[in-house]
C-alpha cells in the first residue's frame, strides 16, 4: 500500500440554502417554507466534510474555486474547523461563490434544486496541483456541472479527462461522481472519464444514461438490470469498482467481476428530514473504507450507514457522526430486505 494518506476533492464548492416546504407547488402555486438552513454543498464539500465528522483518520485537502464574498468565507471558516487544508482552494474576483436554493418537501424529504454555477464554472485544470498534494486518493465531482472542466480539450474530449489523466499519473487512485442532469451529455463528458476512474459512484438515474438500460424505481426496480448495470460500467473502462446506488441500497460490482449488494438502512420515516447529501455521505463512508484498505462489503456498510445518519438533518452533513456511532444506527434499524 503506498505510504501517501489521505484524501484530495476537487469540483464543487458552494453553499447549500435549505429551505423545507409543505408542498411543491403547481405552476404559479404557493408553498409556505416551514424553516430554512444554510450548509455545505456540492461533491468535494460534503464528502470532505463528512469524512472529517466520520473521523477520518488520514489528511483531508480541498481544490476548488470560491468567490471574494461571504459564501467563500463561510466556506474557508468551515474547511479550517473541519482541519481541511484550504492550500488548493483558490479566491476569484471573476465570479461569485456558487449557491443552491434546495426545496424540501417536508412530508417526502424530495428535493429540487436551483443552481447558481458561479465560480465552480471556472474551475480549470490548472487549479489542480498534484505534485503538492501529500494524498493517496483524488475523488472528483460532479462532473456535468463544471463548466471549464466539461469543456472540451484540444483533443476534443472533456478536460475533466486531462485532471483524472495526472491524478493518476501523481501516483493517486481515483473517484468519480457526476449529477443527475442534462442526459443528453452523459455520452460525451461522463462516458471518457470511465477509463480514469478507480471507483465509479453513480445512482440509478446516471447509471441508466451510460448504460442505456432502464432500472425501475421502487418497488418496480430491477435487481437483475441493476446488477447488469455495474457490470457494464466496469466494461465501458471503470478500473477497481462501479458503484450503483439507489434509495434502497448499493450494488457494487469490481473490475474482477465481484458482485456485492448492501441494502440501505430502515430508517423510520418520522426521523428523516432530508435526503440532501446522502449520496455524498455514502460516497465517504465508501472512501474511507476503500482508503483503508477494508474489504468493499465492509466499506458499502459504513456508507450506508452514514447516508442514513445524514438524512436526519435537511443540510448535507450535519448529522452526520463518527464511523462507530454511525454502524450503530444501522444496527439499531436494521437493513431493508434484500428483495
Known amino acids: 500500500m503506498s505510504a501517501r494518506r489521505g484524501i484530495l476533492a476537487g469540483g464543487n464548492w458552494l453553499i447549500d440554502h435549505v429551505k423545507l416546504i409543505d ?10 417554507v416551514l424553516g430554512r438552513t444554510a450548509g455545505n454543498g456540492g461533491g468535494p464539500y460534503n464528502v470532505l466534510k463528512d469524512l472529517a465528522k466520520l473521523g477520518a483518520p488520514f489528511p483531508l485537502e480541498a481544490v476548488g474555486l470560491l468567490g471574494d ?28 461563490t ?13 428535493r429540487t434544486f ?8 471556472l474551475l480549470a485544470p490548472e487549479h489542480f496541483d498534484f505534485a503538492r498534494a501529500r494524498t493517496r ?3 472528483l465531482a460532479y462532473l456535468l456541472l463544471l463548466d471549464a472542466l466539461d469543456a472540451p480539450g484540444p483533443d476534443g474530449r472533456p478536460r475533466s479527462l486531462e485532471v483524472l489523466r495526472r491524478a493518476r499519473a501523481a501516483g493517486l487512485t481515483t473517484s468519480v461522481d457526476c449529477v443527475s442532469a442534462r442526459p443528453e451529455r452523459y455520452p460525451e463528458i461522463v462516458a471518457p472519464a470511465l ?7 453513480a445512482n440509478d438515474f446516471e447509471a441508466e444514461q451510460l448504460t442505456g438500460l432502464q432500472l425501475g424505481r421502487g418497488p418496480e426496480l430491477r435487481r437483475d438490470l441493476v446488477a447488469e448495470a455495474a ?12 458503484l450503483v446506488h439507489f434509495p434502497e441500497g448499493v450494488c457494487a460490482c469490481s473490475a ?33 473504507g476503500w482508503h483503508e484498505g477494508w474489504p468493499m462489503a465492509r466499506a458499502l456498510e459504513l456508507g450506508v450507514c452514514a447516508a442514513a445518519a445524514s438524512l436526519r438533518d435537511g443540510t448535507c452533513s450535519n448529522s452526520v457522526e463518527p464511523v462507530d456511532v454511525c454502524l450503530a444506527l444501522g444496527r439499531k434499524h436494521g437493513f431493508l430486505a434484500q428483495g
Open 256 to 288: 474482477a467481476g465481484e458482485l456485492l449488494w448492501q441494502p440501505a438502512v430502515r430508517v423510520p420515516a418520522s426521523e428523516i428530514v432530508g435526503t440532501a447529501g446522502a449520496g455524498d455521505a455514502l460516497a465517504a463512508g465508501v472512501l474511507l
Open 69 to 96: 464574498d461571504g459564501d467563500g468565507r463561510a466556506i474557508r471558516a468551515d474547511v479550517a474547523a473541519h482541519r481541511i487544508d484550504a492550500t488548493q482552494l483558490h479566491t476569484t474576483t471573476a465570479a461569485a
Open 23 to 32: 408542498q411543491w407547488p403547481p405552476q404559479d402555486g404557493l408553498a409556505h
Open 114 to 121: 436551483f443552481h447558481d454555477p458561479g465560480a465552480n464554472a
Open 137 to 139: 486518493h483524488f475523488h
Open 231 to 242: 457490470r457494464a460500467l466496469v466494461a465501458r473502462g471503470v478500473r477497481a469498482w462501479a
Open 98 to 110: 456558487s449557491s443552491t436554493d434546495v426545496m424540501t418537501v417536508r412530508a417526502t424529504g424530495r
Open 195 to 201: 477509463a480514469e476512474t478507480d471507483v465509479l459512484f
